[in-house]
Nanobody, 115 residues
Framework: QVQLVESGGDLVQPGGSLRLSCAASGFIFSGYWMNWVRQAPGKGLEWVSHINPSGTYYADSVKGRFTISRDNAKNTLYLQMNSLKPEDTAVYYC??????????WGQGTQVTVSS
């Protein structure tokens, strides 16, 4: 069955860095576009970043600080997060894109940015 498992979330100080991973299984990972989406406490879902064969895309709030990448040989999606801010505090989800929609989600990983 399709599985997406995020990891790498942690408590980090403002200005710090984290790398999130999303391990995929149960489908041909290389054949799918992927998203990172986050949900801050008490707020709705916010799209963060997208990767497809044409390129990578970012929300304005993270552009220049976050980098999405993938290793198809390892069936893993990554999100490198630098210069973290308190407003980046959220649960981060990876999602598989199918027919322009997020059709499978991971369980999420908590990122907390606080001094």
């Amino acid at each position: 069955q399709v599985q997406l498992v995020e990891s790498g979330g942690d408590l980090v100080q403002p200005g710090g860095s984290l790398r999130l991973s999303c391990a995929a299984s149960g489908f041909i990972f290389s054949g799918y576009w992927m998203n990172w989406v986050r949900q801050a406490p008490g707020k709705g879902l916010e799209w963060v970043s997208h990767i497809n064969p044409s390129g990578t895309y970012y929300a304005d709030s993270v552009k220049g600080r976050f980098t999405i990448s993938r290793d198809n040989a390892k069936n893993t999606l990554y999100l490198q997060m630098n210069s973290l801010k308190p407003e980046d505090t959220a649960v981060y989800y990876c999602a598989r894109v199918d027919d322009w929609a997020n059709d499978r989600w991971g369980q999420g990983t908590q990122v907390t940015v606080s001094s």
